[in-house]
């Protein structure tokens, strides 16, 4: 009886590499400007290294440029009752053999969340 295990790598594409910020839809209101866009399974599988819409997980990008004096608070379950923590996401699409690749995709998801505080 012969077993093949192999390793996992975590290798997402670079966000301003994967080409959907040219889609965005923006506005602004009193010196605030929201961009957003919802990307397609193509670009969610390149961004984030797995298949998140297999997993009922729709991604959005979004960018908030505050261009008051006022600190902002952004809370995404106030926008979204289904948001997902990034730690969430990278649990439900864990690999079970590649716990170091696991690991690069929880850190890479919790570095590129969108922030709280919003200056």
Request: proline content about 6%; aromatic content about 14%.
């Amino acid at each position: 009886m012969v077993f093949v295990v192999g390793c996992r790598t975590f290798t997402p594409t670079p966000m301003d590499q994967v080409g959907f910020e040219e889609r965005a839809e923006v506005q602004t209101e009193d010196d605030v400007t929201v961009r957003v866009v919802v990307l397609t399974a193509e670009e969610a599988k390149a961004a984030f290294d797995c298949k998140l819409y297999k997993k009922k997980i729709q991604p959005v990008w979004l960018e908030i440029t505050n261009g008051t004096d006022d600190e902002m608070l952004f809370l995404p379950r106030s926008i979204d009752p289904d948001y997902f923590s990034p730690l969430e996401v990278a649990q439900k699409t864990s690999w079970r053999w590649s716990k170091k690749a696991n690991r690069e995709k929880k850190w890479y998801y919790y570095l590129n969340q969108m922030p709280f505080a919003i200056l």
